[in-house]
């Protein structure tokens, strides 16, 4: 097991179960090698998202959202169309010739990505980590590879402007078996030759200078059940004040006890009288 990632299984236990990878049909369909901390990575926790947040892409996952081939060949039509309509700068580590980008991981709610900054002459190991904001134009650039800049993030050691702050303590991980399961996206049963349902997209607001819009993937949202940090949720009343009602998990719908209902999806909280 790389260093990095058993450091990081001190910090946030791995679930069980895991199975490796076939990762050369993998790099072979990717085109290219994967770093060895990342493929330690997958085979150790699978896809999933870190403390709510760090969503891992991770190779042949049911939803397309969150799988490492689909999201690479979808962000590289969204940057390429963001640079051709412009007026918005490259980071300058792309300037270097033979310089591009593969994502590693989406950041929940909030449209940003991480990346590997990768170079046809630089060996996959010694990747570094570019974050993008998204819907905004800001480009950070960590020196560091992939695994340890998500334990680093996790542990404080490296902040984010994007990203944000992460809990200083308590850390989780969530695979995208239980995410997906919880949120009725698991893959339908497909007959022959049809393969698994195709990637849907949708239109997010963008602070991104010259256009409105950006396209990105329609992914499942973390489920309220597995936000058990959370121990309120918070509703208007019916004179129009935020009221924090004690948080069930795993309950969707609560009754008040005036014939009103507390019901949630994802983050979102309404109180509203049964017919």
Same mark, same amino acid.
């Given at each position: 097991m790389h260093p990095h990632v058993e450091r990081l299984?001190?910090?946030? $236990?791995?679930p069980a179960g895991q199975r490796p990878r076939a990762w050369t049909e993998i790099e072979e369909r990717l085109g290219g090698a994967l770093p060895v901390d990342f493929k330690d990575l997958v085979d150790t926790y699978g896809g999933g998202v870190f403390d709510?947040?760090?969503?891992?892409?991770? $190779?042949d996952c049911a939803e397309p959202g969150y799988d490492l081939l689909a999201v690479k060949e979808e962000r590289a039509e969204v940057v390429a169309r963001l640079w051709e309509i412009g007026p918005e700068p490259r980071p300058e580590q792309l300037e270097t010739p033979g310089a591009g980008l593969l994502p590693f991981a989406y950041i929940e709610g909030t449209g940003a990505h991480l990346y590997w900054l990768t170079s046809g002459d630089v060996h996959p190991d010694d990747w570094t980590v570019l974050a993008n904001a998204g819907r905004g134009p800001e480009w950070e650039h960590h020196p560091v590879s992939r695994v340890r800049f998500v334990l680093s993030v996790l542990t404080g050691e490296i902040r984010s402007g994007i990203l944000g702050d992460l809990p200083a303590d308590d850390h989780g991980f969530d695979p995208n078996a239980e995410v997906l399961r919880l949120t009725g996206r698991l893959p339908r049963p497909t007959e022959a030759g049809q393969g698994l349902p195709g990637a849907r997209t949708a239109l997010r607001p963008s602070r991104r200078p010259g256009h409105e819009q950006e396209r990105n993937m329609n992914r499942p949202r973390v489920p309220a059940r597995l936000l058990a940090r959370r121990s309120t949720w918070s509703a208007p009343s019916a004179d129009g004040a935020d009221v924090a009602y004690p948080r069930t998990p795993g309950v969707s719908a609560v009754p008040l006890g005036d014939g009103t209902w507390l019901t949630h999806d994802e983050e979102t909280v309404r109180r509203w009288t049964a017919p």
């Open positions: 299984t001190r910090v946030v $236990p791995p709510e947040t760090i969503w891992i892409l991770e $190779p």
